[in-house]
């Protein structure tokens, strides 16, 4: 498969400063050594016929098409598996490579069907194109052999087919899975003619360990595999490069199209954070975008009770506006607020941040963060100057110890983790701290050398365990440090660290690690070469999910693992643009760039700009925001793109602040669980809907670019734009590109950043300014944007959630990879096939000491509330813990979650609660309330009034 | 505001600076930090209860290191949280 507008030069770009001269067909050609002969004469313009060769995968040598004859070289050399060498002399096109490369042709077409006219892949087919290319007349062999044209289709996947019958056994797909995916799910069963690509042990896809990411798909030449939506459609005429919507990876990717409808997402090779691969819910899961569920006409009602009504988007504005400002009059400038959405633009959020600063005059804005990596901002920023991650994703590839702390890469950041499984594959070394026995610990050809499967709470304690090691047993970069760092706070850092009681064997009763594996895995970190971190939410996620973050940067800092490729502290964020979203300001505390609002020459800065004086006050957090509602003393709050009622904390104290708001504005594609608490609907735009840029977890910012009109009639930016003006406080922008400059204007690190600068450039890793033009891959190189690293005391302190006799287990929470945080995008895909409810996962132990088996429902009780789940006995979990995810709201997972949280930023303790598993035969109490609550709004909304035509 | 809720969270940001350093540098950090991350509500609230002090302050468990860091914010005359140079836009 081919996508648009893409050439395929055959064999990967090497790179490499010494060069190679040859001559190609007479024409003198220079490339990095390393280089294949088919790619050198790709580059030169003269591509040679292929058909196993592919530019995303290495040479195979197996179709025998691109051969090629070498001067003073015996034979006809395949040219894929052929390096150039100096003075070689290569004909490509000769008499006698002509029948040889007719004659593999034959022997394809013998044993394959001729209905190129209805196939999928007419026009857009390898084979077809090589028949052509060899100049095919006819099949001496006739068609009456044996052959495989009868061999039955695999539909099992809900998003592509495999046909057999039409398979030349290139073994692209197994090779993609292999050299890009990194889940060998796919082989070669048999030899010779009874060759078949084969999934798993022989069955279909669905039932093997293919994770759907596409890529097999992509390297397929023929329609053997083939992507549903262009069976049934036909083939895409234009494509739009754009960025997923999903994770923190932020892959780019071509947008195919036939008109306004996407006809394919197809993964682009330029992409710099994912250089042509995806995952499943990328590649395949974004039909939710024109999903029937779809709200698209902005709904009003007096209160939560009442059916909705529809009305213009003028009535729904001037509505929105005079509410906002009747409760301003009524209790107080600082009773409403907004959160932004991680779902949306840079631009869209600096907006909503500008409407509530300058047009509602208070800085209770917060976003998504809050709940992720807002303690990534505060121990980063602390220790060394900046609120994001020192590397880019390609750093991974010098790396030679990696070290992941409390994420599941491979489910989380699919297409990272293919990245990383390559390196590893490639020899370097794992050490995951992680409660559960994630993926990477034992995959296909990886295996961690050391796993720390340590107590959920204990982060910090481990840490601190690992420095311990480091600064006792002589194995400190003292050059690093002494030239990098602060010498006070590291002394003082070093004398606590250096305490026998962070000592491994003192920490070994409260983390559960054994201490000779903190040893070795402290030692392999200090001395492995080039070390890097990467961490999750099972870092942040915690009472001292700060402090962790700091204990991170310590232990990268004391081993000199900072300021060059293959290092780093690299936090894996989790959203599309939740890294952006904290870039463009909107945190309670500080306006774009991360400065704080008391700073009074940044805040003059934006006054001037922006023409209203604005508060020196921090705001409202979103945790502080429902208790201040349950005061009664915030009565309004505008939420874009965020699903509050689901993803936040103690589910029940959330729904009861959101009862107790006065004017609840919910701006979303679909009725999520908040809106069904809301006053007024506005009818958000999806990601294909949308101009403007979103920031990845490496700060790379990328283009978002609009594929389809905004099904509702307006872009998100515009009904900021257009409450803000029905507001009082004139805002006007011609588009988003303006947006951006006005931002660059104000915010030093993105001087450099414009719409005109990312074109050009593909995408831009800010900071982007007069420093760095063209962006800034790797942070920290010759000193901390702080200037010296900090080194900062990381006391343990144990979490309050407490074990006991009554809640004995402890509940921690994570991601699905078919699924998405709160789901409101793929459980309205196909992806809902992997993945349908949430689960329980619990020890077998813990479980037979219940009587629990498979599949049966569990009460999880908290000392917050409960709910069931249904079970799933694995030995992924250790004996006391358990686990689930939380990505279907009839779960209840945060019913049961409590308002514990980060000391220095409210982050909510999602990985330890104290929680009790009992055998049950209904659901909860909440679960009960829950449906018909949601029955009820359903009914609410689908008995909504038309809007009245004037 | 609950101000149990205000209370363990101020409590855990004690905790954290208590490990600091000094027991006068603990209160710089604590102060810095509330000022620097607290809503005024929240201030107003734990100033309240902090000045009333009595039985209540006792039994909560709030630090000591907390309970100055707090005076030093919100003084016990007015219990109105001190912010430097208010620049509080006019209400539209």
Redesign the interface.
């Given at each position: 498969m081919a996508s648009l507008n893409s050439l395929d030069y055959g064999t990967p770009k090497r790179t490499s400063e010494t060069l190679v001269t040859l001559e190609i067909d007479g024409v003198s050609v220079t490339v990095p050594a390393g280089t294949s002969v088919m790619r050198a004469s790709t580059e030169a313009g003269s591509k040679i016929p292929k058909l196993c060769a592919t530019d995303s995968l290495e040479p195979f040598g197996s179709c025998r098409l691109c051969l090629v004859e070498i001067e003073g070289r015996k034979g006809l050399p395949a040219s894929c598996t052929t390096l150039v060498e100096p003075g070689m002399k290569v004909r490509t096109q000769t008499e006698k490579l002509q029948q040889v490369r007719r004659g593999v042709m034959e022997l394809y077409i013998s044993d394959h069907p001729l209905d190129c006219l209805t196939c999928s892949a007419n026009g857009d087919c390898e084979l077809q194109d090589m028949a052509g290319v060899v100049g095919l007349r006819e099949v001496r062999y006739g068609y009456e052999g044996a052959n495989h044209l009868k061999s039955a289709k695999d539909t099992s996947n809900p998003y592509f087919t495999f046909d057999p019958s039409k398979c030349i056994v290139c073994s692209r797909c197994v090779r993609a899975c292999e050299e890009v995916q990194g889940t060998f799910a796919l082989t070669i069963d048999s030899r010779g003619f009874a060759s078949v690509v084969s999934a798993g042990q022989n069955g279909d896809f669905m039932d093997s360990e293919c994770v759907s990411c596409g890529a097999c798909v992509q390297a397929c030449p023929t329609a053997t595999l083939m992507e549903k939506s262009v069976i049934e459609r036909g083939q895409p005429e234009h494509s739009h490069v754009t960025t997923c919507a999903y994770c923190g990876v932020g892959c780019s990717f071509r947008a195919e199209m036939k008109g306004t409808e996407v006809i394919r997402m197809v993964p682009n090779k330029d992409g710099g954070a994912n250089h042509g691969h995806s995952c499943v819910k990328g590649r395949f899961a974004w039909g939710y975008a024109t999903h029937k569920d779809r709200i698209t006409s902005p709904m009003i009602r007096k209160k939560i009770t009442d059916p909705w009504q529809e009305v213009s988007w003028a009535d729904a504005i001037a509505h929105t506006a005079a509410e906002f400002?009747r409760i301003?009059?009524q209790y107080g400038?600082?009773a409403i607020g907004g959160i932004t959405s991680s779902r949306c633009t840079n631009e869209e959020v600096y907006l909503i941040q500008k409407l509530i600063r300058a047009a509602f005059?208070n800085n209770?804005v917060d976003t998504c963060a809050r709940v992720c990596h807002s303690p990534t901002g505060y121990g980063l920023k602390t220790t060394m100057g900046e609120s994001a991650g020192t590397q880019d994703f390609d750093s991974v590839a010098d790396t030679d110890v990696i070290m992941i702390i409390g994420a599941n890469p491979t489910d989380g950041h699919p297409v990272f983790a293919s990245a990383m499984k390559r390196r590893l594959r490639e020899g370097a070394k794992l050490i995951v701290v992680d409660p559960r026995v994630i993926d990477m610990v034992d995959g296909p050809h990886i295996h961690a050398d050391y796993h720390l499967q340590l107590r959920p709470g204990t982060n910090v304690a481990v840490i601190n365990a690992l420095a311990h090691v480091v600064a006792t047993e002589g194995l400190l970069d003292e050059a690093f440090i002494a030239e990098r760092c602060e010498a006070k706070a590291f002394e003082?850092w070093r004398a606590?660290v250096r305490d026998p009681r962070n000592s491994p064997e003192a920490t070994e009763a409260v983390t559960g690690v054994p201490a000779a594996l903190v040893r070795g895995a402290a030692r392999l970190f200090a001395t492995g070469g080039n070390a890097a971190i990467y961490y999750g939410l099972g870092v942040t996620e915690h009472?001292q999910g700060s402090?962790m973050v700091m204990g991170i940067a310590n232990l990268a800092m004391a081993t000199g693992n900072i300021g060059r490729r293959g290092v780093g502290v690299n936090p894996l964020r989790g959203q599309n643009n939740v890294q952006g979203s904290c870039d463009m300001g909107s945190f309670?505390?500080e306006l774009p760039g991360y400065r704080?609002v008391?700073d009074?020459a940044t805040?003059a800065l934006f006054e001037a700009d922006w023409g209203?004086?604005?508060?020196?006050?921090?705001?409202?957090?979103i945790p502080?925001m429902f208790?201040?509602a349950?005061?009664g003393?915030f009565k309004a709050l505008y939420v874009q793109g965020e699903d509050i009622a689901q993803s936040d904390p103690n589910t029940q104290h959330v729904t009861a602040a959101l009862t107790a708001i006065e004017c609840l504005v919910v701006q979303d594609l679909f009725l999520n669980e908040t809106a069904k608490f809301a006053h007024v609907f506005l009818p958000g735009a999806s990601f294909l809907e949308k101009d403007g840029t979103f920031t990845n977890a490496e700060r790379r910012i990328s283009r978002v670019r609009k594929v389809m009109p905004p099904l509702a009639g307006m872009g998100d930016w515009e009904v900021t734009v257009a409450l803000s003006n029905a507001?009082?406080y004139p805002m006007h922008y011609d588009s988003p590109s303006e947006i951006m400059d006005e931002i660059a204007r104000l915010t030093p690190t993105f001087t450099g950043v414009s719409f005109e600068a990312i074109d050009r450039l593909g995408s831009i890793q800010w900071p982007c300014n007069g420093e760095a033009p063209e962006g800034t891959p790797i942070m920290h190189i010759h000193e901390f944007v702080r200037g010296k690293g900090k080194f900062?005391?990381?006391?343990f302190?144990p979490t309050?959630e407490k074990v006991n006799g009554r809640f004995p287990l402890i509940l921690t929470t994570g991601r699905i990879l078919s699924q998405y945080n709160v789901g409101a995008q793929t459980r309205r895909t196909a992806n809902v096939a992997w993945h349908d409810e949430d689960r329980v996962e619990i020890h077998p132990q813990d479980a037979e000491d219940r009587g629990i088996r498979e599949g049966d429902w569990v009460g999880i009780t908290s000392r917050a509330g409960e709910t069931v789940l249904r079970a799933r006995i694995t030995e992924r979990v250790q004996p006391g813990v358990v686990y689930t995810t939380f990505h279907f709201p009839e779960s209840g997972a945060n019913v049961i979650t409590t308002?514990n949280?980060d000391?220095?930023?409210?982050c909510p303790e999602y990985k330890v609660t104290a929680v009790q598993a009992t055998l049950v035969s209904h659901p909860s109490e909440w679960q009960e309330r829950f449906e018909r609550f949601t029955r009820e709004q359903v009914r609410l909304v689908e008995e909504r009034k038309p809007v009245h035509a004037p | 505001m609950n101000v149990d809720h205000l209370v363990t969270m101020a409590n855990q940001i004690g905790a954290f600076f208590s490990s600091q350093g000094t027991h006068e540098e603990a209160v710089d950090g604590i102060a810095d930090h509330l000022k620097r991350f607290w809503e005024h509500r929240m201030l107003q609230a734990i100033g309240s209860f902090v000045n009333a002090g009595g039985a209540a302050l006792e039994e909560s468990g709030l630090q000591q290191n907390v309970v100055e860091a707090v005076r030093r914010l919100v003084p016990p005359q007015n219990n109105t949280p001190i912010i430097d140079a208010m620049h509080n836009p006019p209400h539209r």
């Open positions: 400002r301003q009059a400038r600082d005059g209770n003082t606590f009472s402090t309670p505390h704080h008391s009074d805040r209203v004086p604005l508060s020196n006050e921090p705001g409202l957090r502080n208790d201040a349950m005061d003393t507001m009082g900062v005391v990381t006391e302190v309050p308002e949280s000391w220095a930023t409210n | -």
